[in-house]
């Protein structure tokens, strides 16, 4: 007899972003910049002295203490999982589950809500209009909900605006809910949450080394919260979650944090010539403090997706989430020439 999984899982598609071989992959949010020689050299060195037939540290001690010392966080509130994502899942494991409602402002990543499903906890939509700003309207309708946890994603994906830190406060200090703060994007723009977390224990920020740091390959991710809660994360968490060698590219990113920090600026200045050039060609841009862009162009999204994928060029088709728009990944200067030719092309 045929196996039976749990109710609604094969109805479900298994998320993912389109990956057909173009030159111009701008559609995941990346960073255009491959790390430097001298990382790759010392990343080298660091996996040749690995011991792969030994488990890897399961706490991942000198990792969380590298991270204490970048972020200012005390080491025994800092977590760290193979992406955000996981530690998001962990997050869920350990306040979600039946009948615990988690709460979304959507449009917002979507992996929030799916993660939710994975965990059991049913998800409680609150919408936001352009220019998806969190209100006190939102906030009230989130804390109706009586909610275990509440995501705020900022800056939001896939809008690019960054939410007030004051939304957080309220959140946390108007319920017992876990409020985790996304900071995927914080290093491009956006004022971090980070602070509240020492008088809102409730209060968790979550990061990534995929974006800033230019280490999607490595998928390391991590979070700043009060001890109680990584202690919840130590209990749900698979024996030796974190391999040996993810840990050492995560301590030798951080030891070129400079390096990845020194990038930034050029990553911002393509970002905001995105929107100013996408502007001049007739559609609609919204401004960003990621490292993308969100616009509607004045022709049918899904048609103009296809005329850029047919000359190379990959965004991402955003219209199930955001009606009539696309978003696109601030890339190198080249890869953003490339873009605007072609939109150039299609919008004619």
Not at 200 to 213: D, E, G, I, L, Y
Request: proline residues 8%.
């Amino acid at each position: 007899m045929n196996a039976v999984p749990r109710a609604e899982l094969r109805d479900l598609d298994p998320y993912q972003s389109p990956q057909p071989p173009v030159s111009v992959r701008l559609n995941t949010n990346e960073s255009p910049h491959a790390p430097s020689d001298a990382f790759r050299e010392e990343l080298a060195d660091a996996a040749r002295r690995v011991a792969l037939n030994r488990y890897p540290d399961r706490e991942a001690e000198a990792l969380r203490e590298a991270l204490a010392r970048h972020t200012g966080h005390p080491v025994e509130g800092i977590w760290a999982a193979n992406g955000s994502n996981e530690v998001i899942e962990q997050l869920l494991l350990a306040h979600g589950g039946p009948g615990r409602t988690v709460v979304v402002f959507e449009p917002t990543y979507a992996l929030h809500r799916r993660l939710s499903w994975i965990a059991h906890s049913p998800v409680d939509s609150v919408p936001l209009s352009e220019p998806w700003r969190i209100g006190s309207e939102h906030v009230e309708r989130a804390l109706a909900a009586d909610p275990r946890v509440v995501f705020v994603c900022s800056p939001n994906n896939p809008t690019g605006n960054a939410q007030p830190v004051t939304v957080v406060q309220r959140l946390a200090s108007a319920s017992e809910a876990l409020v985790v703060v996304d900071e995927a994007y914080i290093e491009f723009g956006g004022e971090s949450a980070l602070p509240l977390v020492r008088e809102h224990p409730n209060v968790v920020v979550v990061r990534t080394f995929s974006k800033a740091f230019g280490l999607a390959g490595a998928r390391i991710g991590y979070c700043l919260a009060a001890p109680e809660v990584v202690e919840d994360l130590r209990r749900v968490r698979l024996p030796y979650h974190l391999s040996a060698l993810t840990q050492a590219a995560g301590l030798v990113a951080l030891r070129h944090a400079d390096e990845a920090g020194a990038i930034l600026t050029e990553i911002r200045a393509q970002r905001n010539r995105l929107v100013a050039e996408i502007r001049a060609m007739g559609a609609e841009t919204f401004a960003s403090e990621a490292n993308f862009v969100l616009f509607r162009p004045p022709k049918p999204a899904p048609e103009v997706w296809r005329g850029l994928l047919e000359r190379g060029v990959l965004v991402r088709d955003m219209t199930e989430a955001v009606p009539g728009c696309l978003r696109v990944t601030a890339g190198t200067r080249a890869e953003v020439d490339r873009f605007l030719e072609a939109l150039a092309e299609v919008l004619r």
